[in-house]
């Protein structure tokens, strides 16, 4: 009878520890993202140049979706140094021309096809620390003005965070262009 008893007291012991253990991951899951979240919409400052404006506002049903397909880029042009000209944007701030050739801001939600969907987040944090596209060695580098160097010394907690608040938002389908060189060629 004692020995059911303890039996009993054992196993309840262990279930309520459990609960407890998976209550305190899921609470932290939820704080992580709301950490990713604060450190894009604030310091991180993501929106600045991956939401695309409508005049002054963002349009937040493209949030941080990327420059949107088929509309307008501007192109730079060399003679442009000149008049003290170094970078151009698009009208909706999401497409940047220079002489370093033309980037578009890329899509950061979690569609499949054109967003995040298939990164991992292995591959978020190697891209945001090296500077290297998709994070891969022998890839070209990120174009400007995305701000690599400086994202670059966020801590792993951080950029952890960042990446599983990008899990989390609306996906949407946006097909960004890769960047174009200073002919206006694909790299
Ligand atoms: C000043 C503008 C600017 C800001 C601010 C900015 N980005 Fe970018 N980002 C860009 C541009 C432009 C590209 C496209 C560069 C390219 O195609 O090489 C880009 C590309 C990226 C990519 C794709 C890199 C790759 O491997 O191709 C990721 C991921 C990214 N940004 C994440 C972020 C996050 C997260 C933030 C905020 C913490 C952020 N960006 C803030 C301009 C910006």
New binding site residues.
């Given amino acids: 009878m004692r020995r059911n008893l303890l039996i009993f007291c054992l196993l309840l012991l262990s279930i309520v520890t459990i609960i407890v253990l998976n209550i305190n991951s899921v609470q932290s899951q939820s704080d992580m993202i709301q950490r990713g979240k604060y ?2 919409d604030t ?8 939401t695309p404006r409508a005049g002054a506002e963002y349009n937040m049903n493209r949030y ?1 979706a ?2 949107p397909v088929n509309t307008p880029h501007p192109r730079y042009n060399f003679s442009m140094i000149q008049q003290g000209i170094f970078i151009l944007t698009s009208t909706q701030m ?3 021309s220079g002489p370093f050739g033309t ?4 899509n ?1 939600t979690p569609d499949k096809e054109t967003g ?1 969907g298939e ?1 991992t987040e292995e ?2 944090i190697q ?2 620390r090296t500077g ?5 060695a022998g ?10 160097k400086h ?1 670059a010394q ?1 801590n792993d907690e951080d950029l952890k965070a ?2 599983a608040y ?1 899990r989390t938002i609306k996906p949407i389908r946006n097909e ?1 262009s ?2 174009l060189n200073s002919r206006g060629r694909p790299y």
């Fill in positions: 450190l894009v310091v991180g400052a993501c929106g600045h140049c991956h941080l990327g420059h999401t497409a940047f980037s578009f801001a890329s950061l995040l990164w591959m978020f891209a945001m290297l596209h998709q994070g891969t890839n070209r580098k990120i174009f400007p003005p995305m701000p690599t994202y966020m960042i990446w990008l960004v890769p960047p």
